[in-house]
């Protein structure tokens, strides 16, 4: 189980650092796209962004750190969700608004990012389960397995962060 949480704690830490941190590097094109995901008040937008990134901002320190690793993964899973349902959301609107989920992007809301969503839940489930919500629990396998699970987590976290180049990249090429 511990390779597990090493791989997944990689995997969901990672995304959502570099989720919250292209987010702030614009943070006032964040907060102008949010109503194009959820319709609400302009009033509302800027309180929502800062709860967004703050909670985005947690996650990786709360999935590294021994008494918070579950709850980590259960914020993780909370945000996954919530963002999955707005996503899914637009889409029933026929809303296709830029995905700003790792910065400025050009590239609309479509399944795949549904298909994204998914797989990060999974992982945050894959990680609750193996970390439990025991934080005395020694989650930490041998060096050199945690080396290759922790180097899995971050291949796998880079792909998920540049999906949309990937896809667009095979799509001009096809």
Same mark, same amino acid.
Do not use: Q, W
């Given at each position: 189980? !511990? #390779?597990? #949480? ?14 919250? @941190? ?13 109503? !194009? ?12 962004? /800062? =709860? ?5 901002? %947690? ?10 690793? $579950?709850? $980590? ?12 349902? *707005?996503? $899914?959301?637009? &889409?029933?609107? !026929?809303?296709?608004?830029? /995905?700003? /989920? ?11 990012? &549904? @298909?994204?969503?998914?797989? &990060? ?8 389960? *193996?970390? !439990? ?9 041998? &060096? ?5 699970? =922790? @180097?899995?987590?971050?291949?796998? =976290?880079?792909?998920?962060? %540049? ?12």
């Amino acid at each position: 189980m !511990g #390779y597990i #949480y090493v791989g997944c704690a990689g995997l969901i830490g990672l995304v959502f650092a570099a989720s919250a @941190v292209t987010k702030l590097r614009d943070f006032t094109g964040f907060v102008d796209s949010i109503p !194009g995901l959820v319709p609400m008040r302009a009033r509302s937008t800027r309180p929502i962004g /800062c =709860a967004v990134v703050a909670a985005e901002t %947690s996650v990786p320190v709360l999935v590294l750190l021994p008494p918070t690793r $579950g709850p $980590g993964f259960v914020v993780a899973g909370v945000l996954l969700a919530a963002f999955t349902a *707005a996503v $899914g959301a637009a &889409l029933r609107r !026929g809303r296709r608004s830029p /995905c700003r /989920c790792f910065g400025a992007s050009d590239t609309p809301l479509g399944a795949r990012h &549904l @298909v994204r969503n998914g797989v &990060l839940l999974a992982a945050s489930i894959a990680g609750l389960s *193996a970390t !439990g919500l025991d934080p005395s629990a020694d989650l930490l396998p041998p &060096l050199a397995g945690s080396a290759v699970a =922790a @180097v899995a987590g971050l291949v796998g =976290a880079l792909l998920i962060i %540049s999906l949309d180049d990937i896809v667009d990249l095979f799509a001009r090429n096809a």
